[in-house]
């Protein structure tokens, strides 16, 4: 593994407790030499990580559409800052770049962004790691959910083990480094699957 991607708010949220998971996070991938893939921005927890990896002397790629670059939230100080001309494109290039993905608190953007290389990943269109970084229980209502779309089925169970949350650094990177992908279909259902064909 050579790259992170972090999902993360342009705010910076209402506890001091985000912030300083964020600055953690960015500190401990320039330690193990992990560049960091991001949205490009220069505000909230987004800025916060990237300073962090750039003040360990880490390598920081950030992915910005042309118009948050218009609206001047983009980083001037990163490693490398690649404009694209959408969403679209930005979600696509940071899949290219990035060997694993991270979602620390945030909301629509980072919650868009992690679901679609969720459901990319359920799809079999890559088998990069996904996970949950949590703060002070700030997605354990979100995992919840998730935990009934399985009972529920609408979700294979083997999927939602694919997917790693919890609050502690170390136990995030020791998942990562063991990593080994989920291969269940999405279709829960062998019959209608079979229809589907």
Not at 8 to 37: F, I, Q, T
Not at 160 to 177: C, S
């Amino acid at each position: 593994m050579k790259s992170i991607c972090v999902y993360c708010g342009s705010n910076a949220g209402l506890r001091p407790a985000y912030a300083e998971r964020a600055k953690a996070l960015g500190a401990r991938m320039a330690a193990d030499g992990l560049a960091l893939v991001y949205g490009g921005g220069n505000v909230g927890l987004m800025g916060i990580v990237a300073d962090a990896v750039l003040e360990g002397g880490g390598e920081v790629i950030g992915v910005i559409p042309q118009q948050l670059v218009d609206l001047e939230v983009a980083h001037r100080g990163v490693t490398r800052l690649e404009v694209v001309g959408s969403m679209h494109e930005r979600k696509a290039r940071m899949f290219d770049l990035a060997d694993a993905f991270v979602a620390l608190p945030g909301g629509f953007g980072t919650m868009d962004e992690m679901f679609e290389m969720l459901t990319w990943r359920q799809l079999g269109l890559g088998e990069k790691p996904c996970a949950f970084l949590d703060v002070d229980d700030f997605y354990d209502p979100l995992l919840a959910m998730i935990d009934r779309m399985v009972a529920e089925r609408f979700l294979h169970p083997d999927q939602r083990a694919d997917l790693w949350h919890g609050d502690d650094i170390d136990g995030l990177f020791a998942w990562l480094d063991g990593y080994q992908p989920a291969h269940a279909l999405k279709w829960l259902d062998a019959k209608r699957r079979s229809g589907l064909r």
